[in-house]
């Protein structure tokens, strides 16, 4: 069960952010609406949610979830592969909200760089993706540290997603969510896969929060399969921020 959500509302330069994406740039007042909408829904799963002003420096600031991988035993700061982001892992706000709740606190150092985003958490244990945002030198380091905390890791090579969890999102109760490339690789055979169609493949991207399933809007095919398992569903449009490659997940730390 998840205690406490981590977000950073979106700021006026949302769009410059990096994309893709062939979808046009995010309109800003629509992504707040969008935010605070996201904010609501995450509310509504019990969780206590930290609100972090918006950084205009960093057009990406708002997809919180890639520049910390917070455990149940550690928080670890990320390197973002992408340049343009890798200040953001140090920003003081962001430092001094993870460290109210962590009293260990670890960090990724060059030449390792890692994304969160392709970080997913089953348990105890973290399928780290190999991408262009995540190195092996990161993944690497990723794993001494969990294992450091008796948790553990194992790398995953990608050749299609720009995240792990662009294309994955574990439900609990061994149930997994998986689009392209994730569909037919090994290291995911046990799970119960619920397979997402390339028409709706963005929908792929959801998250569990204490028994709620957050799904993005539009994907009605992703949704129905969900609440087949039986989740309670909460919907919330991702529209904006799909449009800068950012999803769901993307847009908080939840611990």
């Not at 969160?116 to 794993?143: C, P, W």
Request: glycine share 8%.
């Amino acid at each position: 069960m998840f205690k406490n959500v981590i977000v950073r509302v979106p700021s006026q330069s949302i769009s410059e952010g990096l994309t893709s994406a062939n979808e046009g740039k995010p309109i800003y007042s629509k992504a707040l609406m969008q935010h605070e909408n996201y904010v609501s829904a995450l509310t509504k799963t019990g969780v206590n949610v930290t609100v972090l002003e918006p950084q205009d420096e960093f057009p990406d600031a708002c997809f919180v979830e890639d520049v910390a991988l917070c455990t149940s035993k550690c928080v670890i700061i990320t390197r973002p592969g992408a340049e343009t982001r890798r200040q953001e892992a140090a920003l003081p706000d962001m430092l001094e909200a993870l460290k109210k709740f962590y009293t260990n606190v670890e960090y990724i150092t060059e030449p390792g760089t890692v994304e969160a985003g392709d970080i997913m958490m089953v348990g105890d244990h973290f399928y780290i993706g190999l991408s262009a945002r995540t190195n092996e030198a990161g993944a690497k380091q990723m794993i001494e540290i969990l294992e450091k905390y008796g948790l553990s890791g194992q790398m995953v090579e990608m050749d299609e997603m720009l995240h792990l969890k662009t294309g994955l999102a574990y439900l609990e109760n061994n149930n997994l969510l998986v689009a392209g490339e994730f569909k037919t690789k090994e290291e995911f055979a046990d799970f119960n896969k619920i397979e997402i169609d390339l028409d709706e493949a963005y929908g792929a991207n959801c998250i569990w929060v204490n028994d709620y399933v957050i799904v993005p809007e539009g994907y009605p095919k992703v949704q129905a399969k969900i609440e087949a398992l039986g989740y309670k569903v909460l919907v919330v449009d991702t529209s904006e921020f799909r449009k800068i490659d950012g999803g769901l997940s993307c847009l908080s730390l939840r611990f």
